[in-house]
């Protein structure tokens, strides 16, 4: 990514806050090892959750992937060899940026778009292979952050420098401990020991062919075509900034060279990305300041929410059928929960906070009238107590109407990052008009004039209509301290008489606790029971 290093400092510490995530040991295997990566994997770090890293790079203000967004390749600049260095000089010059934060940026955006695709849940197994410059130090960075993230990293770096920076990244990845492969000790087949292969050897600067060991390595990643004829699943292979071996700008010209399933571009894309044809391309280097846009007229895709990555190009086409996560959660067993399910509920609630999920009290509210036919909605939980659940509305909309006719419902909260959900059934009653009077006026003002505007559920000839009614009824109260309720508007409270709990577990064995009410002693009790996945 970057050609001159220039003074750099020892990297002691990421630049960016990591998100936790659980983690667990497993105990040590004294067994002999049979491949020469078996004497890492029984005493390596194993993921129990990934809600950290889905916070982090795929939660937004929409529900889905921060990094989502494609950004059509027809509009975005590419660089050539001599403007991709001239961007980097001016970096690390007049605008101050230092190696090591422009390597810590780099290396935490090849990080975060790999985990937008594989999921450590499913590749789980990651091999760095670094270069000795630049390039390789992003990919050292990275395994870095794989290793908070949830992954099994490990480091080939055959060509150590003992600058500083390098040496001081060599020491943060074996304090973890993540462990360093020679060449040797990889084997013939990488496919077999990984499912995730991180070419960072060489970048935008490299001329000529590469040289011992690198030729050798280049070619165990071009081999991995003809391994993958004999077996369904190979490893991806995710080259940073330049697929090595590649010409910066005119692409894998004699055909033969790595063909990678994700090139994730740093700054910019290269003019060799044009000739990426594998299904995966991502923009990463959030850190492009106005100044270099303009002077070297670059057109690049806006980052998503706070994603330190972007996916630009086609997306990939996708089998619907094929898509599945396998679930990797604690164990959820009826000696851990509460004999109250709004205790369970609450506490569960208090980690869906903790974990920093969007909108953690958005709900799906499933409503039926007379006839049956069922309707469904995302509304806002805004009470919880002893007599139920409270969400506010309009009282003349399609599920007001609904639940008029048949006063029962049911909720369903799902807390993606945590593979959690709870299902709630009861019955449905308006809360008192004291208590919808005083939820109205904890409102932002703008959300009371919206209430007032909304005629839920009716036909609106446009937007501009209400934009306009918006304007008035703001002009109308400018002057008045409280704006008041409108009658249609109010809450709900649904009496819970069943609730599930479920936890999503590996290969679909799911856990799922039932509540439900009986009467013991003339006394209303929870029994829990537990229901086949």
């Not at 299902?423 to 008192?432: A, C, N």
């Amino acid at each position: 990514m970057r050609r001159v290093l220039g003074n750099s400092r020892k990297l002691i510490c990421s630049l960016l806050g990591q998100a936790p995530v659980s983690l667990a040991y497993y105990k040590s295997s004294h067994s002999k090892p049979s491949t020469p990566l078996s004497r890492f994997s029984s005493s390596f770090l194993a993921p129990i959750s990934i809600s950290a890293i889905r916070v982090f790079c795929s939660k937004s203000g929409e529900v889905g992937s921060m990094a989502s967004s494609v950004q059509n390749l027809g509009s975005i600049s590419y660089l050539a060899q001599r403007e991709a260095t001239e961007v980097d000089e001016t970096l690390m010059g007049p605008l101050g940026f230092s190696v090591d934060q422009l390597m810590e940026l780099a290396g935490l955006s090849v990080a975060t778009s790999i985990a937008e695709v594989y999921k450590p849940s499913e590749y789980n197994r990651v091999l760095a292979i670094c270069g000795p410059g630049n390039n390789g130090g992003d990919g050292l960075v990275a395994a870095r952050h794989f290793y908070h993230f949830g992954y099994k990293p490990f480091v080939c770096y055959p060509k150590r420098t003992q600058k500083p920076l390098y040496s001081g990244l060599v020491t943060q990845l074996e304090s973890l401990p993540i462990p360093f492969l020679s060449v040797d000790e990889l084997p013939v087949d990488l496919s077999k020991d990984f499912d995730i292969l991180v070419d960072a050897m060489f970048g935008f600067s490299f001329h000529g062919a590469p040289r011992p060991p690198f030729d050798e390595l280049i070619q165990k990643l071009v081999n991995l075509h003809s391994y993958q004829r004999v077996q369904q699943k190979s490893p991806v292979i995710v080259s940073v900034d330049i697929p090595s071996g590649w010409h910066v700008e005119e692409g894998d010209v004699g055909g033969e060279g790595i063909k990678p399933d994700m090139l994730v571009s740093l700054t910019a894309p290269k003019l060799c990305a044009k000739k990426f044809s594998g299904p995966h391309h991502f923009l990463g280097g959030r850190f492009v300041p106005p100044t270099i846009a303009e002077k070297y007229k670059l057109c690049l895709p806006q980052y998503p929410g706070t994603s330190m990555c972007v996916r630009i190009g086609k997306p990939p086409q996708i089998d619907i059928a094929a898509l599945r996560e396998n679930y990797i959660s604690p164990e959820f067993l009826e000696e851990h929960v509460e004999a109250n399910p709004l205790d369970q509920f609450r506490k569960w609630f208090d980690d869906a906070v903790a974990a920093g999920l969007k909108e953690p009290n958005a709900m799906a509210l499933s409503t039926a009238g007379k006839d049956g036919k069922l309707s469904s909605r995302m509304v806002l939980l805004k009470g919880v107590d002893k007599g139920g659940f409270v969400w506010y509305t309009n009282y003349e909309s399609r599920k007001a109407r609904e639940l008029s006719e048949n006063p029962h419902a049911a909720l369903l909260f799902y807390w993606d990052g945590l593979n959690r959900q709870v299902r709630v059934e009861g019955s449905v009653q308006k809360v008192s008009d004291e208590e919808s009077e005083q939820y109205f006026h904890s409102r932002p003002r703008g959300s009371q004039i919206g209430a007032i505007v909304s005629k839920q559920s009716t036909v609106v000839p446009g937007r501009h209509v209400l934009h306009q009614q918006y304007k008035e009824l703001e002009e109308k109260y400018s002057k008045e301290v409280m704006i008041p309720k409108p009658k249609h508007w109010g809450g709900y409270r649904l009496q819970p008489n069943r609730f599930e709990f479920w936890q999503g577990q590996m290969s679909r064995l799911h856990d799922r606790l039932e509540y439900s009410p009986q009467e013991i002693d003339g006394k209303r009790v929870w029994k829990i029971v537990r229901l086949a996945p």
